[in-house]
């Protein structure tokens, strides 16, 4: 976790040595670029479909927005999918306050500060998982909670869970660093959700609205130690299990740190790793999807640490039936940042990787824009050759992009038009003073295009407004 701070300090540091703040042209709330798609009707519910209409939806956490004067209560925002894509037409609030919604809004509480979407009770419905960072249990402050709110026929239901570590402890933000993920392959999606040298599951479950307590299996990270990084879900051995890819490291000078795979099985995750690889540092971020499209989810690292050895500052490890294979060094010559998400935007059945460098400045060379580089994916890996760029000025996309939006600080990708092509929703949360916005980007034949994007603030929603980093967080999910 120490290190992870470390990145969130610096980040902080640079936004406040960020030069001048842009004066707030407080834009339109929502800019929509034209789309030329002829409208779909979509069928059955598709992965990331909340109410079931075959469009995949789309969460926005926003941690630091206030509730009932509460300040960094937070809330998350639901926006459906249509033949169109995202837009904000139709749309769903949900706070601590809600009808249904366990818990009370409290100062500090942090709810949305992650955002992932899973069918865990196998109805068909997605369900949304927020975690709620800064939740006090008890008397121990900052424990950390996860709330799933169950998806339904028409939209979100009121039916809502939460739950948190058995033996909470101070400052340990339960739920921030999570995954959802089906290990046992029942058609019930499982909750994974690290602490600092241990990963909890929840088993997803048909009456999982009906459990108070749900029961939770503590697993160690290989290499586990004083910590551990971000956390993903993919089938690695492409076996039909779905496996959890784990970051743990020591708290020594070195700071290295040990990528690891628990592989899934009908009886759910197995303590007997499928890959075990050590990282120069601990890694950053880690994202998984199929690549190559053998069938087999591929690992991307970064570590996302400038003084870090530069040949590992992005590595791929491709799955194999044995699980992690080697590691592949990046080629390209861009430095590609942070990575975002895996996912196919162009529908060639290759995943490819969406990367963020949330420090670019802008035009006018203010800190802290961001930018976002695409590499598709090919059967011989990431294909550094064709990589681009993309950014808020990009053609056609919506907004301007402009000093401290943070463009690229959360980034996920979901089908909300149903085309077959994954699209991408990108979290700006500095943009417009902190209030936040997120840029949703269609993917394409040619990958993600300005071409019916969208660009939207709490404010298009009727929801808080000042300095709630909209966008901090976002969840969508797509088929495999
Ligand atoms: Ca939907
Ligand atoms: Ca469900
Ligand atoms: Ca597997
Ligand atoms: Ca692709």
């Known amino acids: 976790m120490a290190r992870h701070l470390m990145a969130c300090t610096a980040l902080a540091t640079a936004v406040a040595a960020g030069a001048l703040v842009t004066p707030a042209a407080f834009a339109a709330p929502v800019h929509e670029a034209a789309a030329s798609k002829t409208p779909r009707k979509a069928a059955a519910p598709a992965p990331g479909d909340v109410d079931g209409d075959g469009f995949g939806d789309l969460a926005a956490g926003s941690p630091e927005g206030t509730i009932k004067g509460y300040a960094k209560a937070g809330y998350v925002s639901l926006v459906y999918g249509t033949d169109q894509g995202v837009r904000v037409t139709r749309h769903k609030g949900i706070t601590q306050d809600t009808a249904g919604i366990p818990g009370v809004p409290e100062a500090g509480d942090r709810f949305g500060s992650s955002v992932a979407m899973g069918d865990v009770d196998g109805d068909g419905y997605t369900d949304l998982v927020i975690g709620s960072g800064g939740e006090a249990i008890g008397t121990v402050a900052g424990a950390g909670a996860v709330t799933v709110v169950f998806g339904a026929k028409g939209g979100l239901g009121s039916d809502a869970i939460a739950f948190h570590n058995p033996k909470p402890s101070s400052r340990e933000a339960f739920g921030d660093n999570l995954t959802v993920g089906d290990f046992n392959h029942d058609g019930r999606d499982d909750i994974a959700v690290a602490t600092d040298t241990k990963v909890n599951v929840v088993r997803g479950a048909s009456n999982l609205r009906d459990v108070d307590e749900p029961a939770m299996t503590a697993y160690a990270p290989p290499g586990g130690g004083?910590?551990?990084?971000?956390?993903?879900?993919?089938?690695?051995?492409?076996?039909?299990?779905?496996?959890?890819?784990?970051?743990?490291?020591?708290?020594?000078?070195?700071?290295e740190g040990t990528l690891g795979v628990l592989p899934g099985s009908a009886q759910g995750l197995k303590t007997q790793p499928i890959g075990r690889t050590g990282l120069p540092f601990n890694g950053y971020s880690v994202v998984t999807g199929d690549i190559t499209g053998d069938g087999r989810d591929d690992v991307v690292v970064d570590t996302n640490y400038s003084d870090g050895p530069d040949e590992f500052l992005l590595r791929m490890f491709p799955g194999t039936a044995a699980g992690l294979g080697a590691g592949v060094p990046y080629g390209g010559a861009v430095e590609p940042g942070t990575v975002g998400v895996l996912a196919d935007t162009d529908g060639d059945g290759h995943a490819d990787l969406v990367t963020a460098v949330v420090g670019e400045p802008d035009s006018d060379g203010i800190q802290n824009a961001g930018a976002l580089t695409v590499v598709p994916g090919a059967t011989t890996g990431l294909d550094a050759a064709r990589a681009r760029k993309l950014t808020l000025d990009s053609p056609g996309v919506m907004g301007v992009m402009e000093g401290n939006d943070q463009f690229?600080?959360?980034?996920?990708?979901?089908?909300?038009?149903?085309?077959?092509?994954?699209?991408?929703?990108?979290?700006?949360?500095?943009?417009?003073?902190?209030?936040?916005?997120?840029?949703?980007?269609?993917?394409?034949?040619?990958?993600?295009?300005?071409?019916g994007s969208i660009l939207f603030t709490p404010e298009s929603l009727g929801h808080p407004t000042a300095k709630a980093r909209f966008g901090s967080a976002v969840g969508a999910r797509t088929a495999r």
Do not use: E
Request: charged share 20%.
């Open 408 to 451: 690229g600080w959360s980034v996920t990708a979901g089908d909300f038009d149903a085309d077959g092509r994954a699209d991408l929703a990108v979290g700006a949360p500095g943009k417009y003073l902190a209030t936040g916005a997120v840029s949703v980007i269609p993917g394409s034949k040619t990958g993600p295009t300005g071409t």
């Open 226 to 255: 004083a910590g551990m990084g971000p956390i993903s879900s993919g089938d690695i051995n492409g076996d039909g299990f779905t496996d959890l890819v784990t970051q743990a490291y020591f708290d020594d000078g070195a700071d």
